[in-house]
């Protein structure tokens, strides 16, 4: 029995009403379904905003689900046509590389220099707190707000990083960032590393503090200092933080549509077009909402395959 | 003797480095939003300025851009604090429950949870324009509010809940001992012990719902409901030619976070790592 439990059946006979037999039963039926009321709006919303769009998705990309929908109701069910009307798209196969390659190039970037700076942070210095916290800002803004500054910065003509690479003499001729189909798939996994700096080096800076100082203090006695100490001590006992680090990572990055947009729509000549900005463009720019749906669930798929193998590689891990 | 001072000052010497290394990291990481500022204060038509700072100040972008986007930012204050309130509703009952009560599926409702936080928000467009679409929610401010939620009421029951679990059992026990039903143990104890969670949970749904882009642009059609994103979206596409107004307008998109961050730092620094980690 649960100390909650005995509790209340202690006192309920010091308790003065009369009547208490039955109204203590009333109430603790009440409590029941009170319990239950508290989670009730929750379940609703999860349901609604989670379970229905996923089901309703997956019924969607076996219909032919259209603009005429809306008109006359009517989706008629066509197997799988949606999903090979995809796949055989010739955009998919680009789609699918420039997803991996911007997942790919984005999580090394990110990861990378949010290690070197949640190493850095680690150590002890003055103004070390409020630097850090500011590290942060980039992440809180809206992300189309990080898109507009970035289109400043990269634009052909004027942008600053052409101008200032010119002044330098590093280039002859201004690097059309956005612009090329050879360099902006390279651009936008360059403003998606910058996004993702600060969650990384949160993540991390975490974990390391996690770390208890006297694992170092014996490593140092053992002669493990610097780079020694990183491969033996810290590594080893980061390798929880690190792979949800990269697991949410992935996650998180295989669905980004809104920096794309904001910074090229997908193009140019659908250089920069993914599996989420395709899913997009089929459901809200062409209407065909059977093949977005279609191709979410693709997204939907692959982002699974990355939480299954996440799950199996903690449990072994746990099994050790 | 002189060793014993010397080892000291070298100390001090490499901490104040770091310090400086780490504003020079800082200040190249911000440098976007510094230029950002710093177009927005420069009459510029459609060619970009480049001088690093403004030689002559001025705030006709700012002047530009609340003439053509108050309204949307107003339209995004209304979504942002709605949502807030929505999640807040939603999720710390809910929190509290997965915390104190021992239910038996409880371990389903989190995976659940989990789960939910996979969920491309293409998939949940896709799904709710269909619905919204039949039941008049498209091109409203509570649509987008429901929308918005959804992306927060995981990410809150998450937060809360790992903070709910350290609420002393016996000190809502000793309330009910005393009297007090469910609801008002839970409204007049646990919800003012949890209170830095809230204020996490609430800060988050905030500067998500501030900054959704895709449910903004997705959920509306052109010319009805238009949060400030979208209203940077639409002056990005067309051919930019007054760049002092759009990095104007993204400057004041910034400002909710700027602040956030300033005043409300150690919340933030808690929403980042407790929902992933814990």
Redesign the interface.
Known sequence: M???ET??TA?EPTAPSSDIAPAARRGRRG?EI??I???V???L??IA??G???V??LA?SFQN?TLR??INGKAPWVGLQNYVAVVTDELFTKALVNTALFTIGSIVGQFVIGML?AL??H??????G????????????????????????L?Q????LN?TLETLGIVDAPIPWLTSPDVALIAIILVNI?LG???NL??LY??LQDIPEDLYEAGALDGATGWKAFWHITWPNLHA?VS??LM?GV?YT??V??II??LT?GGPANATQTI?TQ??QR??VEFK?GQ??AL??I??LI??VF?IVYLRATRRQVDE | MATHQQRPAAHQTR??L??G???V??AL??F??Y??LN?SLQPSGG????SFFPPHPSLAGYNTAIQDQGQNLVTSMLIAVGTVVLTL???T??A???AQ???RWINW?LL??L??Q??????????????Y?NIGLLNSIPGLI??N??HA??FG?LIMRSFMLAVP??IV?AA??DGA???RA?LSIVVPISRNSLITVGLFAF?WA?????FA??LTTPGNITP??LG??T???AH?SN?SA??AT?ML??IP??I??VIA?KY??AG??GG??K
């Open positions: 649960s100390d909650a509790l209340t006192t409590e009170a319990k009321l508290f989670v709006p929750a379940a919303t999860i905003l989670f229905y769009p996923v309703k998705n969607m689900y929908t809306f700076l850095f942070f150590k002890n210095f003055p103004l070390n409020v630097l850090r916290a500011l590290f942060l800002l980039p992440w809180l803004l809206p992300l189309i707000v990080g898109s507009a500054a970035w289109r400043a910065i634009e003509d004027s942008g600053i101008v910058w700096i600060p969650f949160t993540l975490s974990g933080v949800i680090t949410l996650i295989l669905k549509i809104d947009l904001g729509q989420a899913s997009y459901s809200f909402f977005g749906a979410s669930n997204l939907i982002s699974l939480a | 901490r104040r770091r310090t290394i780490a504003i990291l800082l990481m911000l976007p939003i230029w950002m177009i060619t970009l300025p480049s509703l939603i999720a009952p809910c509290y429950a997965l009560f021992r239910f409702a659940a949870i789960i939910s996979m969920i491309p928000g293409i998939v949940i467009a896709n799904a709710l324009y269909t619905l679409e429901i929308a939620a959804a009421v995981p029951i059992t016996s026990e009910r001992v039903g469910l609801v839970f500067l501030w900054g959704d882009f895709l642009l997705t400030v994103t940077i979206y002056y990005l596409g930019i760049w759009v990095m993204a998109a910034s976070a700027i956030l961050l730092q933030i620094a980042a790592t992933a980690v």
